[in-house]
Structures are given as structure tokens and as C-alpha cells.
């Protein structure tokens, strides 16, 4: 561990010689050889940590994103703490939605609330294209990060088009997607112009992130798994194609992801990304064979079974590892983000694990 002189800690003890570039998070996504197998944890900074909760309190959560200090901190709190290979930035996946003039709060216990959804063409033409300007704390964040964390990598992310416009259209969280799928088949103009505008503000905000520093970005979806495939490819697959396609020059891997997904995996891994993430419904193996072997894979420990007996959560993590070593890359991931009830010990524990169990 280094300590730098803002007092916090960086795990940049890994044996790498080429700073993040080289580490063995970034070679997995390349399908290059790995001195074990890189494990980060979607929500890893967040609600499990109490050290996230005490720098948290008081403050809401698009104020929290908006703040390049905070930003920082929370970010580096479980580097320091579970020794993972990668730092996700802290943010939320509307961030670049609220920049870009929508009137939206995230509400505790609900997640995000739209003061006015979207349901006409004249709703989406008042979504404003946004500047980099625009999200300027989070370019400030990414490189206070970047000077701090040393060897190891910082993946930037964002929404997909699909999953952010189901919150417009819907003014919230949604079961269903019920108005989000009346849209998309019964105004089908409508439905391509929001996603339309939507990709392009996602990959203004990717691109922030990316000149900022960050080794890698990922696209979540994490709504997709509520479409049939035929749906996805006609109203989703051409928006999530244009904002991955957008970055194939940006010199970074791109982390493409979704949430029950099994049977859209194949079509996601049409959409440009250099890795594809599986959440803990579908094994590798079987995720590999519909993605094809062109794709590292992340995944997909059931979150869930972090609650299990330990011996219980060796076998699975074993298990994760196994069929992981039969992909052309594998980084070692839940199948979607760490609940807030997590033990963040047996979280350092499985690290420890993956690390161990897959040193080469």
C-alpha cells in the first residue's frame, strides 16, 4: 500500500510495471495473460461501507456527485479497504440527464423521481444537448483520482440510452415498463429521437471521463433484461451501438452490462463493447458460447450468496473462477451491485480469494 499526501491510501502494489495500462484489470478486458484474475464489485462504493454512510450524511446524492472532493473519497474507500483491482467512479447514471436540464431529484428508498416524464416529441427537443462544461466536477473528480490511484485502474461509466429513458418516460422506477414500452411501439419517432438524444449526452459524458483519465468505461443496461430480443435489436441495440461505437477510438475498454439479460446477451455483444458483463442468472460457460469468444467476460457471483456461510461463498467464488478460466478473459464481478446489507468483510475476503485462488 502507498499513502499519498492527501492522507489516503492506493493500492498501487501490484506487480505491473506499465501504471493502469498494464494492470491486470486492463489485460483482462484485452484478452491478454493476467498474474490472477482482477475482481472489482459493481456498488463497492456505496451503502455497505460505513465509512461511505459517515461522509454521506446530510448530503443527497446529486449533490454528492457533484462534489470532486467527496467524489474522490468515497471512490478510493473500498481500494483501501478491500485491495480490489479497479476503482468505479462514484456517480449516478442520470447525472448527465439532470446536467442536461431535466428536472429530477433522487429520492432515498425510490431512486430517481422525473419532476415531468417524458411522452411527446416537444418533451424530448427540451432535453438539451449537454457541453463538457456541463459536468465539469466530475472531469475535476476523475483527476483527482487518476493523480491518486496510482497502478490502479479507474473505470468511468454511464447509463445506457434504454435504461435512462425508461425513468423519463416512466417519471420513476418501474415494474413493468409499461408507458416506456407503449412509447417505444406506438411512437416509435418519438422513442428513436429521446434515445437519440439520449446516446449522444451519454457520450459527451464518456468522453469527459475518458480525456479525464479513466482506463475504462461501462454502459449499464440495466433494464434491457425487461425486452424481448427482437425489441432490443429494433428500439435499443442501434443507440447503445452508437455511444460504444463512439468510443472505438478512445484507446480504453468498454464494459457493456445489463441485468437479466441471458437471452440478449448475443445482441449486447453486437453493440461495440470489449467486455461483456453477466449478471447471476446465466453461467459463464453458457454466456461465453452466446457472446462469442472476441469478448472478455465479467461476472457474476450471485450478490445475494454473500449473506451464505462462508464455505458456501468459497465454493461459489471456486465455481465463478472455474468457468470464467474457459473464457478468452474473465474479471471477476457480482452479477449486479453489493447490497447495502453486505458484511464489507466477507467482501475483503472474497478479494483475498479470487486473488489467490486464480494466481498463476
Not at 484474475?37 to 459493481?42: D, H, K, L, R
Not at 454511464?158 to 407503449?182: D, I, M
Not at 480504453?252 to 467486455?275: K, N, W, Y
Not at 452466446?290 to 449473506?307: E, M, T, V, Y
Request: some cysteine; glycine content about 10%; hydrophobic content about 45%.
Amino acid at each position: 500500500m502507498s499513502t499519498t499526501t492527501a492522507g489516503n491510501a492506493a493500492r498501487d502494489d501490484r506487480p505491473t510495471t506499465g501504471g493502469p495500462a498494464d494492470s491486470a484489470f486492463v489485460r483482462a478486458c484485452r484478452r491478454e495473460p493476467v498474474p490472477h484474475t482482477p475482481v472489482w464489485f459493481m456498488r463497492q462504493a456505496g451503502r455497505s461501507l460505513p465509512e461511505y454512510r459517515e461522509v454521506r450524511a446530510g448530503i443527497g446524492m446529486l449533490d454528492s456527485c457533484r462534489r470532486p472532493e467527496l467524489v474522490r473519497e468515497i471512490t478510493l474507500q473500498p481500494v483501501r479497504r478491500h485491495h480490489v483491482d479497479a476503482a468505479i467512479l462514484f456517480s449516478d447514471i442520470v447525472v448527465p440527464v439532470a446536467a442536461a436540464g431535466v428536472d429530477l431529484d433522487i429520492v432515498p428508498g425510490t431512486g430517481p423521481v422525473v419532476a415531468e416524464p417524458v411522452r411527446t416529441l416537444a418533451d424530448v427537443e427540451r432535453i438539451r444537448p449537454i457541453d463538457p462544461a456541463d459536468v465539469s466536477y466530475v472531469d475535476e473528480a476523475v483527476r483527482l483520482l487518476v493523480g491518486e490511484l496510482g497502478n490502479t485502474p479507474l473505470i468511468g461509466f454511464a447509463g445506457a440510452p434504454f435504461t435512462l429513458a425508461s425513468y423519463l418516460v416512466e417519471g420513476g422506477p418501474s415494474r413493468n415498463h409499461l408507458r416506456t414500452k407503449a412509447l417505444m411501439h406506438g411512437a416509435p419517432d418519438i422513442w428513436h429521437a429521446l434515445l437519440g438524444r439520449l446516446a449522444e449526452i451519454t457520450l459527451t459524458f464518456l468522453r469527459v471521463q475518458i480525456a479525464a483519465g479513466v482506463s475504462a468505461v461501462q454502459l449499464f443496461d440495466s433494464w434491457a433484461g425487461a425486452l424481448s430480443e427482437a425489441d432490443y435489436r429494433r428500439f435499443v441495440l442501434p443507440h447503445s451501438a452508437a455511444v460504444l461505437g463512439g468510443l472505438a477510438g478512445a484507446g480504453v475498454p468498454r464494459i457493456h452490462f445489463g441485468v437479466g439479460t441471458a437471452e440478449l446477451l448475443g445482441a449486447m455483444s453486437e453493440a461495440g463493447a470489449d467486455v461483456v458483463g453477466v449478471d447471476w442468472r446465466t453461467s459463464l460457460d453458457a454466456a461465453t458460447v452466446r457472446i462469442g469468444p472476441d469478448k472478455a467476460i465479467q461476472g457474476n457471483l450471485d450478490p445475494a450468496l454473500l449473506f451464505a456461510p462462508w464455505p458456501v461463498i468459497e465454493a461459489e467464488v471456486r465455481r465463478v473462477l472455474a468457468e470464467g478460466a474457459n473464457t478468452p478473459g474473465h474479471i471477476f464481478n457480482l452479477g449486479h451491485g453489493v447490497l447495502p446489507e453486505t458484511d464489507p468483510e466477507v467482501l475483503t475476503r472474497v478479494v483475498a480469494l479470487v486473488h489467490e485462488a486464480s494466481a498463476s
